[in-house]
């Protein structure tokens, strides 16, 4: 099937990731603002009022708690899906697109209950989620350093999971930098399971590092093949930046404009 290539992409921003480092709260979301970024991810609820007055979106916040105690085990079920069902009605009133999920650690779960009781979960929720328009996206961590026995670790189960729900709105969060870690091959991977992605975290390998030329994964031929998919969603940038915050946000926004056009 041919793909055709999109405009220039949103792109958003780890809140974590640039805050705390030298700049102060507005003056950093000024600054992406002027810049051209589309939204914050995972900004603290007590900054989502400075974060819209910025002309900003909250892209992304956790939908619930936690990302070690998570979907995979049933004792969590009950809890998390209110936890979700009150973020949609947040997500819903602030326009938050993505509510992200997490599998949880394994405590001895092999992959197929996990992913059973994921859905079992998820699939108690997902109608109010497509009512809100809100992505319950599941996000792909790696468990070999910075995640040590998280669930969720290869692209294709999260496939499997998205497929067994059935729901436009249980998606996953591919985070280009855990996945290259597990697995490598990403432009092929994205490429296979793009239709189930609501979100993308992007950060260089090894160390969380910019996205540059001084990391293994090459960007500018991962947002070629991005674009190339038909991906219309949000591009969010979750490295730690060297030196500078403001500047860290320029170079990676321009690289992933000037690679996507």
């Known amino acids: 099937m041919e793909m055709k290539k999109t405009e220039s992409p949103l792109q958003s921003f780890a809140w974590w990731c640039f805050a705390n480092r030298g700049v102060e709260d507005a003056e950093l979301l000024a600054q992406a603002s002027r810049i051209g970024y589309y939204g914050v991810d995972l900004p603290g609820e007590s900054l989502w009022p400075l974060v819209r007055d910025h002309g900003l979106k909250i892209v992304a916040v956790a939908g619930h708690q936690s990302i070690g105690a998570g979907l995979n085990h049933p004792a969590n079920a009950d809890r998390i899906a209110n936890e979700l069902e009150r973020r949609i009605e947040q997500a819903a009133e602030w326009k938050i697109p993505v509510l992200i999920c997490f599998a949880g650690n394994r405590h001895g779960m092999d992959d197929d209950s996990a992913l059973n009781q994921c859905a079992e979960t998820l699939s108690r929720v997902a109608p109010m989620a497509e009512a809100a328009g809100v992505a319950l996206?599941?996000?792909?961590?790696?468990?070999?350093?910075?995640?040590?026995?998280?669930?969720?670790?290869?692209?294709?189960?999260?496939?499997?999971?998205?497929?067994?729900?059935?729901?436009?709105?249980?998606?996953?969060?591919?985070?280009?930098?855990?996945?290259?870690?597990?697995?490598?091959?990403?432009?092929?991977?994205i490429q296979t399971a793009a239709s189930h992605i609501a979100h993308y975290h992007t950060a260089g390998n090894p160390g969380r590092g910019e996205p540059?030329?001084?990391?293994?994964?090459?960007?500018?031929?991962i947002y070629r093949a991005l674009s190339a998919t038909g991906y219309t969603g949000t591009i969010g940038h979750e490295f730690l930046p060297n030196g500078d915050p403001v500047a860290a946000l320029e170079r990676a926004h321009e690289c992933c404009r000037s690679a996507w056009g």
């Open 137 to 189: 996206a599941m996000e792909l961590l790696n468990s070999r350093v910075d995640h040590p026995a998280y669930q969720f670790d290869r692209l294709s189960w999260g496939v499997r999971l998205c497929e067994r729900v059935g729901s436009p709105a249980v998606k996953i969060l591919c985070d280009i930098y855990h996945m290259q870690i597990m697995e490598g091959d990403v432009i092929r991977r």
């Open 212 to 221: 540059d030329d001084s990391q293994e994964l090459n960007y500018p031929a």
